[in-house]
């Protein structure tokens, strides 16, 4: 199969679908791989490395999108890239189609086959695909967290993990999976005030069991939330429904009530947001202020740490990516039902029910698709 990646085009997005180690495992394989002049940028990775693996450099994109059998990304295309794409061809990246309309429309009209990371399963319903991101952007939330309290940067000018004489500041975490896991972990180890508020009772209880008292942890509903939001330094957005938009957790009417200058990090912000007040911002404005709170809420946090997102990323997508190229995408689907889960839109049909339920289309079950075939 020949295989293309592009270069990504999001704002400040300086990850790379295939590393040079990916590319010469495909090309090793025997499939023909084209990777766009300066794609790998963003990591370290050279041309030069990348022809070393066995690839072939293109100058621009039109000739993988127009060439290529598959592709592969890190981010979903952007609407330059949706106008190239075309039926028969497999796009293999993130999608988070649920809380975007105009992208999955746009798929659905080129007849492309999409399938997206996120929504790829394990097993026990883990995400084997979005969880090294997932442990990165928990992690980079305290960070960012931290950096926006600041006062320079428009924060309560308050220092995470306080001074002796100094009460530590107070997180509070949204979600106990692995981007609240993570997160949690950061505060820990800075010494924070922490608390993680979760719904699942052995979610709860795993995560007791692993901090002990250096995090608390309370059941999620309505009265625990807000009374955990109006007395947060920063707050932690970190809930998950796989495939589907991020429910809105916290409104503007909660804010009201929180401390001037305390900040919110919404790491669901790819699914939509789980603040009522949360929009998708960028690396080069990450934050905005709403009723004197600051919100973060970068799309594509792990951009930022490029070198380490991608080799993790890498390290979960290709193995999927070698059986795509190898059997085709029926047949690698057929063989694998986890990886059939993440097959969000072929030839005009969405195939994932979440995303065909929150944004009204027709429901093709991929099922369906493979027995057809």
């Not at 790819?270 to 600051?294: I, K, L, M, W």
Request: glycine share 12%.
């Amino acid at each position: 199969m020949r295989v293309g990646c592009p270069k990504e085009i999001k704002n400040h997005e300086y990850r790379v679908g295939l590393t040079p180690e990916s590319a010469g495992e495909l090309v090793h394989q025997g499939h023909d791989v084209w990777i766009e002049t300066g794609a790998g940028g963003g990591i370290g990775a050279t041309d030069e490395e990348y022809r070393g693996a066995g690839a072939r450099i293109v100058e621009g994109p039109d000739p993988i999108f127009a060439e290529c059998e598959m592709v592969v990304k890190v981010k979903e295309p952007q609407a330059v890239e949706r106008a190239k794409l075309r039926r028969g061809q497999v796009l293999y990246t993130y999608l988070h189609l649920a809380p975007d309309p105009e992208q999955t429309k746009e798929l659905v009209e080129s007849g492309v086959t999409a399938i997206a990371y996120e929504t790829v399963t394990g097993p026990n319903g883990t995400l084997p695909l979005l969880k090294p991101m997932s442990q990165v952007a928990g992690r980079m939330s305290i960070q960012a967290g931290a950096s926006a309290l600041e006062k320079a940067h428009g924060g309560r000018g308050v220092l995470l993990g306080g001074v002796p004489g100094v009460l530590p500041g107070k997180v509070v975490v949204i979600g106990g999976g692995v981007v609240g896991f993570n997160a949690a972990q950061m505060a820990v180890g800075l010494g924070a005030d922490v608390t993680i508020l979760d719904r699942d009772p052995e979610v709860l209880e795993r995560l007791g069991i692993h901090f002990e008292s250096r995090a608390k942890t309370r059941f999620s509903n309505k009265a625990a939330l807000e009374e955990e939001v109006c007395g947060a330094d920063l707050i932690i957005g970190a809930v998950l429904i796989p495939g589907a938009a991020a429910p809105k957790l916290v409104s503007r009417q909660m804010l009201r009530c929180m401390k001037p200058g305390s900040v919110l990090v919404d790491v669901a912000i790819d699914q939509g947001g789980c603040f009522e007040t949360s929009r998708a911002t960028t690396h080069a404005e990450p934050t905005y202020v709403v009723d004197e709170v600051v919100h973060y809420c970068v799309a594509n946090m792990p951009g930022a740490v490029a070198r380490t997102s991608t080799y993790a990323l890498n390290n979960v997508t290709l193995p999927h990516a070698l059986k795509i190229a190898q059997l085709g995408w029926r047949g690698a689907l057929a063989a694998n039902p986890h990886l059939a889960e993440g097959l969000n839109v072929h030839e005009g049909r969405v195939t994932y029910r979440a995303v065909a339920e929150e944004l009204g289309f027709d429901y093709t079950p991929t099922a369906e698709l493979l027995h057809a075939a």
